[in-house]
Every structure is written in structure tokens, then in C-alpha cells.
């Protein structure tokens, strides 16, 4: 299916003053222009993942708040170095009520939007992590604190920049009046910092790109979809793909798009993805399937795979990260072949 989406380039409430949908809102747009003035509780989620990717880590941090539940994670995959086997690592805290998490109605921590986000003690000990999402320059500033199962410190300060003209995605998905969703999918961001695990230390330099899925809307009880997602030079461009599928079925909107040394490319068709359910780790095919657009496979070295049931939170995520490999055409008719791009492809279901 192809939708006719309009394109927004002015600011916008993405709520009327009785907590529904504002029509006006409904769109895309080429940077972060809505504002998330929900009202409700029960079915309101708002969430903050960043998702950090370099040659031999990835690193992921997560603050959301779900209205019954708030939670604060940090995630790290050693990946990529010879001889070593991947390992993950990955500090939950579950916060009932959403106690402490209060995310802004803009961008946390973009630089003249969003407020920051600290979430978290200074000094956590068991299972808490703390998190900070500040705005820095024209960047972002990322930091994580928690301890290992085995009690050694973990420590994660990245700047995520964002370069001047450098476009995203912002997306408005409306099931119904009442049900709706906007996200920001920022992919391509140059990042720098480091990763600190014990006594190892770990930079994020040249090859390191940050990710943003910026979340805010009123969800049904049950959701499924697929997103993936990757960032880095290829073909002598900087590249950043953009892709969902599932939960936007049907609704007149997508949220797929190809960034290209900053320019946006968006796609107004659903995907095809085709993956075996029950094998995640054998390749995937995400393809558009009336034009050249997308033409890749997907092949995956990790999956991040959870199974949760927790009265009312039901958790299956098979997050499989990878390398992408294939052409992709830009709107100006321009084909870029995609030679092991590093990012994810995943499947998720959940019931919250």
C-alpha cells in the first residue's frame, strides 16, 4: 500500500484541549516540529530510546514512562572484536507509577526544545541505573550509570551531534481520534565518547552513530511491529535507514525513510519484510514492493531476545542486530549500494 502523507514545516500541538487527536497533526515532517501535549492516563506512553552504535559496541539506553510503570535501562553488546564471542549486558530498573520519570513534551535534551532528563541516583547500587539526556551545544549528551551482576561499575558518556541541515523524521500514526502515536526517528548522528566496564574502557569514535526513537502517544492494550534501523558510511555517503512495519498497517502512515548524507528520502509505502518467526538469526529481506526504493538483506550476528510476563506487561522482543547489505534509491533517483551497514532489525509484541 502507497499513502498520500502531507508533509508539515510548521510547529504543531499534536493533542486538541480535550486529549484527542488534532487532525492538524497528522503528517510528517523533516524535523522534530510536534509537540506531545497529552492528557489521560492508562493508555499514555512516553519514551526516550537511544541506541548508540560503533565497531565494537553498542550501547543502548532507554528511559520510558508507561503511566503504570516507568523504567530506566542501559543495554551494551560487545560485538566486534576478533576472537571474542558477542556478549550483552543489559540493567533494568522498574519504577511503579512511572515514580521519577517525567519526560517533557518535546525532544529530552535537545538543544532549545526538550528539557533534560535525569532519572536515577548518582550512585547506584543493585539494580538501579541512572540515566542523564541533556542538551549540549547542538547535540546531545548521553550518560549511564549502573553496576555489572558481579558488582564492577558501568559508566557511558557519548555526545550524539547533530549536524547542521542535518534532516529526521517525525511521524504521526492515527489508528483512531484516540488512539495515536508520534514519533521522531532521528538515525545517521555522528557520536564520540566512551564506555566504561570495570577497569576496561572502551571510545566511540569515528565509525560510532547515534539513533533516536523519540515516542510519545496513546496506545491500544495489544501492539506488534517491526523496526529497523542503521547508520554509517557506505558507498562513499553517510547513510541512515529508517524502517517500520505492522503497527502502522492500514493507518495512512508510515514511518520509513532514507537519510542520505543528511537529506531525507521518505517512503510512502509499507515494506515488505520477509524473515522466518521462528528463526530471528537466519537473513531477513525488507523490500518495497512496487519500486527499487529498498532492496535488502539483512543478516544478524546477535539477537537480544526477551520474554516478559509481568501481570499487566507482556514482553516478546526478538531484537536482532546486524549488517545490512543492498542498494536503496533516493528521491532524486540516485542508487546507493549498501555494503554491511551496521543496526536492527526486530519483531516485537507486546501487551501493555
Not at 155 to 182: A, C, I, K, N
Not at 303 to 331: H, K, M
Request: aromatic residues 8%; contains cysteine.
Amino acid at each position: 500500500m502507497t499513502t498520500t502523507e502531507r508533509e508539515l514545516t510548521g510547529p504543531v500541538d499534536l493533542c486538541l484541549p480535550d486529549g484527542r487527536l488534532d487532525p492538524a497533526a497528522v503528517g510528517w515532517s523533516r524535523r522534530p516540529l510536534h509537540r506531545a501535549n497529552l492528557r489521560g492516563w492508562g493508555r499514555t506512553k512516553r519514551w526516550e530510546y537511544w541506541c548508540v552504535t560503533g565497531p565494537t559496541h553498542i550501547v543502548a539506553v532507554t528511559v520510558s514512562d508507561l503511566d503504570f510503570l516507568g523504567l530506566t535501562g542501559l543495554y551494551v553488546l560487545r560485538h566486534g572484536e576478533p576472537g571474542r564471542a558477542p556478549v550483552d549486558l543489559e540493567r533494568t530498573a522498574l519504577l511503579p507509577f512511572g515514580h521519577g520519570v517525567r519526560l517533557p513534551e518535546t525532544i529530552a535534551g535537545a538543544a532549545g526544545a526538550g528539557d533534560d532528563v535525569v532519572v536515577g541516583p548518582e550512585r547506584p547500587v543493585r539494580g538501579q541505573v541512572r540515566v542523564e539526556i541533556r542538551a549540549e551545544g547542538t547535540g546531545t549528551r548521553l550518560r549511564a550509570r549502573c553496576l555489572t551482576p558481579d558488582h564492577r561499575p558501568v559508566e557511558l558518556d557519548v555526545l550524539v551531534g547533530l549536524p547542521p541541515g542535518h534532516e529526521t523524521l517525525g511521524v504521526v500514526v492515527p489508528w483512531s481520534g484516540r488512539r495515536f502515536q508520534y514519533t521522531s526517528k532521528h538515525t545517521a548522528r555522528p557520536a564520540s565518547g566512551s564506555l566504561r566496564i570495570g577497569d576496561e574502557r572502551y571510545p566511540f569514535g569515528d565509525d560510532a552513530w547515534g539513533v533516536l526513537d523519540h515516542g510519545r502517544g496513546r496506545w491500544p492494550r495489544n501492539a506488534a511491529w517491526n523496526w529497523g534501523a542503521a547508520s554509517g558510511r557506505t558507498d562513499g555517503r553517510v547513510v541512515g535507514l529508517q524502517f517500520g512495519g505492522r503497527w502502522t498497517a492500514g493507518t495512512g502512515a508510515t514511518e520509513n525513510a532514507l537519510c542520505v548524507d543528511g537529506r531525507l528520502s521518505k517512503i510512502g509505502e509499507e515494506l515488505l519484510w520477509l524473515y522466518d518467526e521462528a528463526d530471528p538469526m537466519a537473513p531477513w529481506e525488507l523490500r518495497t514492493p512496487s519500486s527499487d526504493q529498498v532492496d535488502l538483506v539483512f543478516t544478524p550476528f546477535h539477537d537480544r531476545r526477551t520474554r516478559t510476563e509481568a501481570g499487566l506487561l507482556a514482553n516478546r522482543t526478538d531484537q536482532c542486530f546486524g549488517r545490512y547489505s543492498g542498494q536503496i534509491r533516493t528521491d532524486d533517483g540516485e542508487h546507493v549500494r549498501i555494503d554491511g551497514l551496521l543496526g536492527w532489525a526486530e519483531d516485537v509484541r507486546m501487551r501493555w
